[in-house]
Structure formats: C-alpha cells, structure tokens
C-alpha cells in the first residue's frame, strides 16, 4: 500500500494484522530521485504482504543546513509519533548520515538499508542492524573510456557543482585523474554559476570532452535538476557529453561502462524485502555493484563522428538507424515471396468480399422491402383503430369550434369562453398531427438510421396504436415497465415493428381464448441488455413448433405469410440481440427478446 508524502495511506485497507512500515528517505535529486522511484515500484510490485511506504523526501541538496535538517527531524517525528517503523530506506550518502544522526530520537529500534557510493558510506557508524547496497563509480574509467572512443581528446571538462558533497567529490577527482595528467588537461566548473558552465561548454577548444558528474548546486548557491541541466548543456555544448551512470541514458549523454540504476533499485528493494521476511540485516553481504556492459547511444556516435570500431569488445549499442536490409537479407527475401502470394490471395478475398457485400446488400434491400410489405399488411389490418385514433381528435375540434363560434355569434360575445374553445382546438390540432405522425413513421419506409430509442415509450405508442383492436377483442393490457431503463440505440421504425407484429400476434392468439390478457413487460437483465417480454393467455404454440416458428415462410395460420416472425428475427438480429418463445407458465406463449444498449452491429 502506497502513502503520500504527507504520511495518509493512499486507499483504505483493513489487514488481518499491522501493515509494515518502510520509510524511504532521500534526498531528492538525481540519481536518488530514480533510485527511489526504483524501489519503491520493486516493492510495490513484489512484496507478498500489504506494505506502507512512507516517500520522504528532503527537499533540499544542502545538508549541512542545521535548521532545515532538523525541522526535518521533527516532521519525521511527527509523522510517526509512535516509533513503531519496520525500516529504514536510506538513499545516498547525505540520506544515511542524516538518519544516523537522528535515529536515535526518532526511530532507535529500526532496521536501516544504506544505499549510496561506497565512498559516501560511514561505515564505522553502522550497526548490527543495518546493512549497506552500495555503488562504486569507476572515475577513472570514465576517462579511460573517454580516450578510447576519443583518442585524440586533449582536455576534459568536469561538470560539478559547488556544494560540500560536490567538494567531497572533486577531491576524489583530484586524486582518480592523477594517472592522465600528461596526456590530457582537466578543467572544473565548480567555481562557475550553471549561465556560466553553459557558456563555458559552447566554447570549449576542439578535442575536448565533457564529463557530467553532478550539478546539485552551483557556485551562486542555486540549485538544480541533472535532467534539465542535461538538456540545456547538449543543446549548447561544442563537446560529446559523458557520464557514470545510465538514468540519463538516450538523453544526450554518449555511453560508456555505466552504472545501472535500475540494478540498483532491484538489488536494494530484494535486500529490503529478506529484512522484512526476517533476516538479521547484518548478515546480509551484498558486493559493491560496478559498471554494467558498455552501451553506446547510437545517435550521440553520429554526431561526434564516433567510429563503432572503438567501442570495447561486447559494446551495446542503442538506437541504432540501421536498414534492414544487410542483417536481415534472407528474410526480406523470403516476406517479399510471401507477400506476392499473400497479394494475389488477397485479391481473390476481396473480389469474393466485393461479391459477398452485394449479395448481402441486395439481401438486405429485399428483407427491408418485405419488411415494409408486412407494415402496409399490418396497416390494413389496423384501418379502424388508427381512423377511430384520428377521428377522436378531429370531432374534438368540429365541437369546440362550433362552440366557439355561438359564444362570438351571441349578443354579448363570451370571449374568455371563446378563447378556451379556440386553445382546445389547437391542442386537439397538435394531437391528430401526432397521431398522423407517428402513423406515418410507423408504416413508412425504414432510413436505417439508429438513434437513441426508449423502449418504454415505444411499446406505449404502439399501444395507443393499436387500442381500439385491444377494446374490440376485450384484451386486458396489463404493463410492468422499468422505469430506469437506458436508451437502447436503434432504427424506431424497425423496433416498433417487432412489437407490432408480437402485440397482433398476441390478439390474434387470444381470439378463442377467455380471459384475455395481454402481459408486457420491460428489465434490465444485466448491465447493458434491456430484456422485453410480450406474454398471452391464448391457445399456446405446438412444442414441435417452437424451434421452426422464426423461420422464413412457417407458419400455423390458415392465410399466414410466414414472414411475420421472421422479419422479427431478422431485425433484433441486426440491432445485436436475440430473440426467443416458450410456452407460459399456465397457458399461451411468451414472446421475449434482448437488445444491447450499444447496439452498434
């Protein structure tokens, strides 16, 4: 379980016993910003108990500032006030002497796993209960390196900045680059501002090269990040640029022997997991971790004129823009074979597509005129209820009008009355254009286009369609709609159909039948699928017939088409979902389909 930096778990998690505490201190710059990240997704990623990681970071790269170090103290106290942590992750050298100066205050029982050069290490104040990963930076192989890619270097420029550990470092330097002296100069940045390193760098005199140790804070006391920094000293430096370890591999530096931190964050995050699973840290003995297999950047070669030939026997070389066609001869041969055949292959396919997607278009244009024929059938079969639907409406305005015009004819003309009659009329007016509408969507001709659709409300106007045929055969409508349906994604047309052709099917089923009961009912029976069910108390249907009724031209009527269900079939297909009949649990069927909410085909 990952927490923030103020110390509050990120997600609440309810253990069968006390999550252990890790605490990752560093300071944040560099190479202990990636070997942190490191491992803390190492241990995110392979502990088998739930952890609670606690990033501090000292968001300074001045240790020696007494007051920041221990208002630091403090906050760490604070943010575990009961001492209770399970260990210490301390990255770099400035990490592990804080810690040690501290945890006697703060965390006398806790374990600690110093991580840092092996230079930055103070050994002699380790405890029994502490354990070391440490690096060991090779500065004169970096120079090595250097002269045997470049051979014809005369000078180095160091880039480091100003701050005591970086002064630390430049004595090591001094003494590493002691062998190289008469053969080439060494130039340091220390004294200089990151303006002034940058204009330094862009005049640099031929054959020399750049070696970027560190930069955390420059000689006017401003502090930096080594990744930017980077960017801004390839983008002006007149030298290739080298360095010890591979965080900012691929991003401007040339390559070299390099140590891996990624290595690093993998070894530290296994030695920190033994130490939890219970192993005395001061029996663990892991040797100082080197230079990994030299790797070259491919691109930074090109650009300083870098001959392969120079590279150390068993180089990596990285990025490379090679063509493929000298490793790769036999293959691109034997694809370029391949790729005739698959050619003339694919041209066969899609002369059978193109047949394919015409008959399935001539099909469906022969399936949709049929679709229409049966709407016109339906419609004839419909011609009382739908004049009985317009002739409501049209009476309503000859009487109100008539009304309204003895109110105006009178003596004394009743205008509010005359108003009301006039507003009926037009509401009347708005109804039969309604009804003529939704009559003429009904029955008119399918565009194909899909649109978001509310069930509910389309079977209620198919219903209304449809409700002199229910009154005349004494059809109870009995309805169990869900009110929280989506929209399902449909042709209306296509879908008012298939409950048109179930909802007539129903009526005529039921005509022999007493009671009559027409049951619909709409669901959702999963997430995304709206499940509809169209239920009669008629006279049932065959079981032999039941696997047969959706196809073409079946039928059990005496002047049936048998095309009915099939166009049914056919449209809840096409929108996606599935249709179905069994008998009722009394007697009668039940007709019911599902539809997708995405019904995209």
Known sequence: MMVSFAGQPAFAV???????????????????????????????RRSPEVLEIYDAPFLTVRPEDEGAAGRYADYLGALLPDQRLDLAVTVGGAGVRFFQRYRERLFPAAPMLAIAEQRRIPFSNLRENDTVVSTSINLAGVV??????????????????????????????????????????????????????????????????IFLLLLLSDASGATHEDTKVLSRLRAVAKAPIFSYYDANFGNGIVGGPLISVRERGRRAASVALRILD????????????????????????????????RL??????????????????????????????????????????????LAELQARHSMSELAHMNRVATAGQLSASIAHEISQPLTGIATRAGAALRWLAAETPDLERARAALTQVVSATHRAGDIIKNIRAMFGRDTGERFPIDINKLILAVLSIVRVELQKNHVEVQTQFN???????????????????????????????????????????????????????????????????????????????????????????????????????????????????????
């Open 14 to 44: 309810e253990p069968k016993h006390e999550p252990k505490r890790v605490l990752l201190l560093y300071y944040s710059f560099g190479g202990n910003l990636v070997t942190a990240a490191g491992i803390r997704a190492e241990l995110d």
């Open 144 to 209: 090595d390196n250097i002269l045997q890619v470049l051979p014809e270097t005369t000078n180095v420029a160091v880039v480091i900045g100003n701050s005591s550990v970086e002064q630390e470092w430049l004595e090591q330097m001094h003494i590493a680059f002691r062998p190289f002296a008469k053969r080439v100069s060494f130039t340091y940045f220390n004294n200089l501002s990151l303006d002034g390193i940058l204009n330094r760098a862009a005049t640099l005199p031929p054959r020399s090269a």
């Open 278 to 309: 219970g192993e005395p840290p001061g029996n663990i003995k892991i040797p100082p971790i080197g230079s990994a297999t030299p790797k070259f950047d491919w691109r930074e070669m090109q650009r300083w004129k870098i001959s392969e030939s």
């Open 312 to 357: 150390p026997p068993g180089s990596e070389i990285h990025f490379r823009d090679q063509s493929a066609w000298e490793p790769y001869r036999r293959q691109i041969l034997a694809i370029c074979a391949a790729l005739l055949i698959q050619a003339a292959l694919i041209g066969w396919l899609i002369y059978e597509h193109r047949r394919r997607h």
């Open 483 to 601: 009110e929280q349906l989506p929209a399902v994604e449909g042709d209306q047309i296509q879908l008012q159909q298939v409950i048109l052709n179930l909802v007539m099917n129903a009526i005529e089923a039921m005509h022999s039948a007493q009671p009559r009961v027409l049951r619909i009912q709409t669901k959702l029976c999963k997430p995304d699928v709206v499940h509809v069910s169209i239920e009669d108390t008629g006279t049932g249907i065959d079981p032999s017939d039941l696997d047969h009724i959706f196809e073409p031209l079946f039928t059990t009527k005496a002047s049936g088409m048998g095309m009915g269900l099939s166009i049914c079939h056919s449209i809840i297909e096409s929108h996606g979902g599935r249709i179905w009949a069994s008998p009722a649990t009394n007697r009668g069927s039940i007709f019911q389909f599902e539809l997708p909410i995405n019904t995209a085909e």
